[in-house]
DNA sequence: CTGTATCCCAGCGGATACTG
DNA sequence: CAGTATCCGCTGGGATACAG
């Protein structure tokens, strides 16, 4: 409650507002942030990923255009079809040999506001003329990402609060460098 | 135009839509995708911003909190500063000796949108509970992250149109694995 | 407490070569 | 065309030690 007498109190709400019971839990949390980037988290899959968006579906038309070698599309592809992401289905174009296409699972799909949210803020915030310009097809619109809560009220970073359900706890190993947990001192 | 053809026309609209142009540009696009990733794509910077959204702000808790050594900290928060997304200040509690504190500028608050985007992802896509939910402070609602035209129609993937702004080659030195550029066929 | 420097290992990702 | 296997350099990141 005396957390008015310095100019940073513990465990003070800074952006995306406080987190109920910010010390009772595991450092390490196990957030949904890390989750996601055990899945897609290397610039190879995240750029696969732009490709298949952008309508690529064979091996090589996506290798290529993601700038990639062949291996490293090979074992990323792969990796994301385990993942759920992606699905590597049999197609056979008439006259054509059968084929494989990698399309977006329906997980797949819901990654869309995670790459719009990476492109928007590169436009913004990386110099130069953003490369590639998005617009809404239907209005012409340019295209924005936008933090909403499910009244629709626009969210900023700081209007929100976080609160652990329970199951906080890190099943990895913990790290030591330093970084480690604080000593074991039970209360 | 005799786009009906086959099972998958060469520039099919997939999801994003189509890219005007679709072959006329360098195969590895300089995206804003790889712009963004090229400085916050690694693992630990993204998870070193969440800890700072979180409230975090001194070295010590960043690196504890988020897991990483403090070498990896020490790394990834000077790289974040030199970024833009992160000012590094000195700051003074009464009777504490002079610290330094992270805090984010203008730049890094507006990667909140990329956080909650990766952040729901994972809520709905990794299984288990979401370790942690984000509710606005105001109205108790569920954040969600939506992509919207500035006239406010909501997007789904495949309902936008991607048009290259003319400056799409990238500047760096191509990939040759076979992932190489088609063999100097000029037109 | 707030870092930095070093050693070391695993993984990413490029280059090359080889199958179907 | 669609991959897989191998070698190899670079970097991410943990462990340890040291400095202001």
Known sequence: MNNMAGHHPTDEVTLTGRLADRDSWDPSTWCSVERTLDLIGTRSALILLREIFYGGHRFDDLARRAGVTDAIASKRLREL?????????????????????????????????????????????????????????????????????????????GDTIGTATGDTRDPRPPAKGRARRRPPQQE
Chains 1, 2 share one sequence.
């Open 81 to 157: 079809v385990d993942a759920g992401v992606l699905d590597r289905r049999p197609y056979q174009e008439p006259g054509q040999r059968p084929r494989q296409e990698y399309v977006l699972t329906e997980a797949g799909r819901a990654l869309f506001p995670v790459l719009i949210a990476l492109v928007r803020w590169g436009d913004a915030h990386t110099g130069g003329e953003p490369p590639i310009r998005f617009t809404h097809r239907d209005c012409g619109g340019a295209l924005d990402v936008k933090v909403l809560c499910e009244h629709g009220h626009e969210i900023e970073a």
